[in-house]
């Protein structure tokens, strides 16, 4: 069976359960074609799924729903029909409207969705001072995720469709537009530090939006996501994540789940 995998991935965790899922996929005797969406440049590219067989759709979790970059892309594909499964990351605070939204996209784009799954992660904002789901995945995680490939494996090989439902949230929009609000002016975007910077231009190709320019030092703050992935990917520690400690003492507050609850959170399959 030919499947092509699609995900987006700032800082790895994304990419981590799409290749544990890969894997699995490969050891029951599929093929399966990679195509990492995250940068601005990959999302660009023409793609026909005529030569596959089935699709499967990895993406994190910011701000209630998957990243907006991802949201503009996936209308760009043709399902021609074709079987396809979903799944999220996320830091454990909250999955949102992800998985009902998503497979609403999916299915207008002419997708039949036959199950997700979602599994927290360490949160990015980790690396400005948070501190949920720090070592993750572990092993059952792991152990979801080959679960969730084997599912895959079989309904998408199975002669037959699957009624796969999602019932849909109660969720008001100011929900979602409190969220977007709380990331875009709560959280400041990576710092630059222009003496260490050596203009490899790694972090503008590699931003999801294009939202740097590496020469006049400066971050488009409107188009910044605030994923980060320019820190991770910075060979020279040029760009620093902001110190967020604070907005983790306010998150807290605000709150009503533990520290401990959301560490706690197990990964989960749809079917
Ligand atoms: C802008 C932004 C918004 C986020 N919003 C949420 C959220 O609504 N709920 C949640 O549990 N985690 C949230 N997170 C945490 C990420 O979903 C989580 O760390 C994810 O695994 C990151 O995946 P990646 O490493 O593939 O980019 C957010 C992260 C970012 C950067």
């Given at each position: 069976m030919n499947v092509v995998l699609f995900y987006f991935s700032a800082t790895e965790n994304t990419a981590k359960i799409a290749h544990i899922i890969k894997n699995k996929l490969v050891k029951l005797n599929s093929e399966v074609k990679e195509y990492n969406i995250t940068s601005k440049n990959d999302r660009e590219k023409e793609i026909d799924l005529k030569s596959y067989d089935a699709a499967l759709f990895g993406f994190p979790i910011y701000a209630l729903r998957i990243p907006e970059p991802a949201r503009e892309w996936l209308p760009h594909i043709n399902g021609r029909g074709k079987k396809c499964g979903m799944f999220f990351t996320y830091g454990g605070v909250t999955r949102g409207i992800a998985h009902y939204e998503t497979k609403e996209i999916l299915?207008?784009?002419?997708?039949?969705?036959?199950?997700?799954?979602?599994?927290?992660?360490?949160?990015?904002?980790?690396?400005?001072?948070?501190?949920?789901?720090?070592?993750?995945?572990?092993?059952?995680?792991?152990?979801?995720?080959?679960?969730?490939?084997?599912?895959?494996?079989?309904?998408?090989?199975?002669?037959?469709?699957?009624?796969?439902?999602?019932?849909?949230?109660?969720?008001?929009?100011?929900?979602?537009?409190?969220?977007?609000?709380?990331?875009?002016?709560?959280?400041?975007?990576?710092?630059?530090?222009?003496?260490?910077?050596?203009?490899?231009?790694?972090?503008?190709?590699?931003?999801?939006?294009?939202?740097?320019?590496?020469?006049?030092?400066?971050?488009?703050?409107?188009?910044?996501?605030?994923?980060?992935?320019?820190?991770?990917?910075?060979?020279e520690g040029a760009l620093k994540a902001p110190d967020l400690n604070q907005q983790f003492q306010v998150f807290k507050e605000m709150n009503k789940l533990t520290v401990e609850i959301i560490n706690n959170k197990k990964s989960k399959i749809l079917i």
């Open positions: 299915e207008r784009q002419n997708f039949k969705v036959i199950a997700s799954a979602d599994f927290p992660m360490s949160h990015t904002y980790n690396l400005g001072g948070w501190k949920l789901n720090l070592n993750r995945p572990n092993e059952r995680d792991i152990k979801i995720a080959e679960k969730f490939a084997e599912i895959l494996y079989n309904r998408f090989s199975a002669n037959r469709d699957f009624l796969f439902t999602i019932p849909k949230p109660d969720f008001d929009k100011t929900k979602l537009k409190t969220s977007k609000h709380l990331v875009k002016h709560g959280v400041p975007p990576p710092i630059f530090q222009k003496e260490n910077c050596n203009l490899c231009q790694i972090c503008e190709d590699l931003c999801p939006t294009g939202a740097i320019d590496i020469y006049n030092g400066v971050i488009d703050k409107n188009l910044c996501l605030h994923c980060f992935r320019c820190i991770i990917n910075c060979p």
